[in-house]
Nanobody, 123 residues
Framework: VQLVETGGGLVQPGGSLRLSCEAS????????MSWVRQAPGKGPEWVSG????????KYADSVKGRFTVTRDNGKNTLYLLMSGLKPEDTALYYC?????????????????RGRGTQVTVSS
């Protein structure tokens, strides 16, 4: 199993970024996927998740209305479109999953996760 996140960077407050998570080594379309973030000195925070088929999405209250999670099962890729970014969104963002078809909101521990991509929101 391999999960590789890309798309992070430095962005000004109010800006946007799109993160990608390319998956390999397993049947991507069979499992729900989630995004989790961890800020320096803090514990992991669940951000968003999407079910195996992409029809059900869930968000943490802190990002609801600003972030959108999607997936392309044909490309084995998970996305997170982030807009209206705030300094408090600064964190290492990583994708993760268990062998489950549905998302559990708030879950922070997973069987599989990527190394992450850094998002820094600062002027």
């Amino acid at each position: 199993v391999q999960l590789v996140e890309t798309g992070g960077g430095l962005v000004q407050p109010g800006g946007s970024l799109r993160l990608s998570c390319e998956a390999s080594g397993f049947t991507f379309g069979n499992y729900a996927m989630s995004w989790v973030r961890q800020a320096p000195g803090k514990g992991p925070e669940w951000v968003s998740g999407i079910n195996d088929g992409g029809s059900i999405t869930k968000y943490a209250d802190s990002v609801k209305g600003r972030f959108t999670v999607t997936r392309d099962n044909g490309k084995n890729t998970l996305y997170l479109l982030m807009s209206g970014l705030k300094p408090e969104d600064t964190a290492l963002y990583y994708c993760a999953f268990d062998r489950d078809r549905m998302v559990t909101a708030g879950q922070t521990m997973y069987d599989y996760r990527g190394r992450g991509t850094q998002v820094t929101v600062s002027s």
